[in-house]
């Protein structure tokens, strides 16, 4: 048997060397010195050019991967590359059609790291060959190219970009896809355009617009993308959430109306085979990064969403023993939609508490289990007993994090209110506010984060919402929790954040935050517990300066009057760039009224004729006096009484920023924060420069 086994080896060795003399020798037959003196393959025979990359085949389907290290694969992939690279290049009919098919095996049977000096080459080479007459060729080199790119190490991107930009890849798949005539060859023969397109677009976001903006290519993907056949759709569907990586081009996909997203549901139906329903699962994923272009188009479909999507998890968590790979992979995609839709606020959540997803998770965590689980008639420890079975049977520990992730969330959290919770949360926050941790949401939850996620592009500001604060973000999340939970209950007490800080502390930390430089998020939940404390708005700097303006009545130039004869002194000029709806009607700037208006007036003349403004008698007061000291400061601080009043005369003067703060509202994720704003004011004065 050793002596088999050794004289196998021996005949196997002796088969490559074989081998490698013959390709030694083809080389020697196109072999020059150039110019420089230096020995170089170049060769228009198209008899030799085919001897050798015959020689080359057979040559590299004799070693096997474990001895591609071995010194006579080393000393000759030089000469293989450069000799393949010139054929290719020469364009010479069937050599270059056979070459590029030889790409293919080279690419796939080197290891990366022997192929990495000669990359760049082999990619210029196979890139000027794409565009070629006959369909074969244009398939090897965009399967040897997708090939190259998937495992291009990141240092070499930018210059692999720049060949791939010189040759016009990117438009000549364009060309080629849009002009593909199915009639003659079936679509399947394609499939590899479509993949080196998608993976041309996932990784550089500067090749999406010629591809969205061709109105020829949509209408053609589309047309290929509803034919039943499904092979080809996962390669639209893959295109499309390359596409849908760009905020435009999702636009410019769901523009089609309903076509694409009833398509993308089907798709993740479990009739439909696993490769398909990944991809679908991933396209929505694409889509819903960002809440205006995805999430709000997609509202029309998205029951249908959330049921495939426990369905997925169901079919999984009912037999978890007998799941195989491929079931997993879409579990962990329908999973990953979970914990990225979830952050949005919408109709969404209703329907995820509609069917079931609570039981939907349960199961995922734990298996099948007993119904008198789900009756609520076991007693706690019957309880944790069986949560502790479920979780030692370790079906699924890879899907945990999403599970987490979604539990985490206010809307599917439970809040418990014993003294070591709360002690817990305000020690936490205090904490966190003491020391500067700083890192953003990927460098806890990579899971989140489908391939290239991070090269999105034209997403608007949502994407850095959490910003790089996520630990005292969530801190936040959860104080304003507890805190609310009291106010629900009218049980408001503050008294347990004595055990960090006292409240006023806590007050000022949280103004500087919102005026501060920070994280979208962490300002808006900062305004958001500041809200449950009594003070309602948005501090700023800014904000705190003009808030002077209030305190006199120096060049006011309109006054309301109540019925009680109060009477209150404000400007126009910052009434119409911060809440336009209490100017009076034809109200006009005192420089508009004059043309002879010159700002450089005497100081002393800062008495101006006053607009007075008779408000009707269901204007309280107080809540008018603290509605103006919002427009002029950006926040204030009342009762609950007076913020009652307040909310209705925030919402008829449709200041809806105030409106939501006042109603004490959890803040939606992805909302830019507020900003005190007072550009509308600025104008040109009129005079001008000799």
């Known amino acids: 048997m050793r002596s088999s086994k050794g004289g196998g080896r021996v005949e196997s060795s002796s088969h490559i060397h074989t081998l490698h003399r013959r390709l030694h020798d083809a080389l020697n037959l196109g072999t020059r010195f150039n110019e420089q003196n230096t020995r170089k393959w170049m060769c228009t025979d198209n008899e030799v050019q085919r001897h050798v990359v015959r020689s080359i085949a057979a040559f590299l389907e004799s070693v096997p991967r474990e001895l591609c290290y071995h010194h006579l694969m080393k ?8 000799s393949l690279v010139w054929i290719l290049e020469d364009k010479n009919g069937a050599a270059s059609s056979m070459a590029a098919d030889v790409a293919i095996k080279l690419v796939s049977a080197i290891p990366n790291a022997l192929l990495k000096p000669f990359i760049l080459d082999l990619s210029h080479a196979l890139s000027c060959l794409l565009p070629a007459r006959q369909i074969q060729i244009s398939v090897a080199c965009a399967t040897a190219l997708n090939l190259i790119i998937s495992n291009v190490p990141s240092k070499s991107e930018e210059a692999l970009w720049e060949i791939l930009k010189k040759s016009e890849v990117v438009l000549h798949l364009i060309g080629i896809i849009r002009d593909f005539s199915g009639a003659v060859n079936p679509v399947e023969c394609i499939q590899p355009l479509f993949s080196l397109l998608s993976t041309i677009l996932c990784r550089w976001p500067l090749s999406r617009f010629p591809v969205w903006s061709d109105a020829k290519l949509m209408e053609a993907l589309y047309d290929i993308y509803v034919k039943p056949d499904f092979s080809v759709r996962a390669e639209v569907l893959k295109l499309y959430s390359a596409i849908a990586l760009c905020g435009i081009g999702a636009k410019k996909l769901l523009e089609r109306g309903e076509g694409i997203l009833l398509e993308m549901v089907e798709c993740m139906g479990r009739s439909r085979p696993h490769h398909v329903r990944i991809e679908a699962f991933r396209l929505a994923q694409c889509i819903v990064i960002n809440e205006e272009t995805g999430l709000k188009r997609m509202s029309s479909c998205c029951e249908p969403v959330v049921k495939a999507i426990i369905n997925a998890i169901d079919e999984c968590s009912l037999q978890p023993e007998i799941v195989t790979n491929q079931q997993t992979c879409v579990l962990e995609e329908a999973s990953r939609l979970v914990a990225l839709i979830t952050r949005w606020a919408g109709q969404h959540h209703n329907y995820f508490w509609k069917h079931g997803i609570d039981r939907a998770l349960l199961c995922l965590l734990l298996g099948k289990c007993p119904k008198q689980l789900y009756e609520g008639i076991l007693s706690l420890e019957d309880e944790i007993h069986i949560v502790r079975d479920g979780l030692k049977s370790n079906y699924f520990p890879g899907l945990r994090v999403y599970i987490w992730e979604i539990l985490g969330l206010p809307q599917y959290t439970m809040w418990d209110k014993n003294a070591e919770c709360r002690k817990a949360i305000v020690s936490f926050v205090k904490w966190c506010l003491s020391n500067e941790v700083h890192f953003d949401r990927v460098s806890y939850s990579p899971h989140l984060h489908f391939n290239f996620h991070e090269r999105a592009c034209c997403q608007g500001p949502s994407k850095e919402w959490e910003g790089r604060d996520v630990l005292l973000l969530y801190s936040f999340v959860g104080l304003a929790e507890l805190i609310q939970l009291g106010s629900l209950t009218n049980e408001r007490d503050t008294s347990f954040l004595s055990i960090g800080f006292t409240e006023d502390e806590l007050i000022s930390q949280l103004q500087d935050i919102c005026s501060g430089c920070y994280a979208p998020g962490l300002k808006w939940y900062a305004a958001h517990i500041l809200s449950l404390l009594g003070f309602y708005g948005f501090p700023s700097k800014f904000g705190n300066k003009i808030g002077r303006a209030l305190e006199g009545c120096a060049y006011s130039d309109i006054r309301f009057i109540h019925t009680n004869g109060k009477s209150l002194n404000v400007h126009g000029v910052i009434l119409a760039a911060r809440c336009a709806s209490l100017l009076p009607p034809n109200w006009l700037p005192v420089n508009e009224k004059d043309p002879n208006y010159s700002s450089f007036t005497d100081k ?68 830019p924060f507020p900003i005190f704003n007072l550009v509308a004011a600025l104008g040109p004065v009129g005079h001008h420069f000799s």
């Not at 000393?75 to 450069?82: F, M, N, R, T």
């Not at 449709?654 to 994720?669: E, G, M």
């Open 75 to 82: 000393d000759s992939l030089p000469d293989i590359v450069y």
């Open 604 to 671: 002393n003349s800062s008495v101006k004729t006053q607009k007075e403004v008779c408000l009707s008698s269901h204007v309280d007061d107080d809540a008018m006096a603290k509605l103006l000291e919002y427009v002029y400061r950006g926040y204030l601080q009342a009762g609950e009484e007076l913020a009652k009043k307040l909310r209705s005369l925030a919402k008829h003067c449709r200041i809806q920023t105030l409106v939501h703060i006042l109603c004490r509202r959890r803040p939606k994720w992805g909302t």
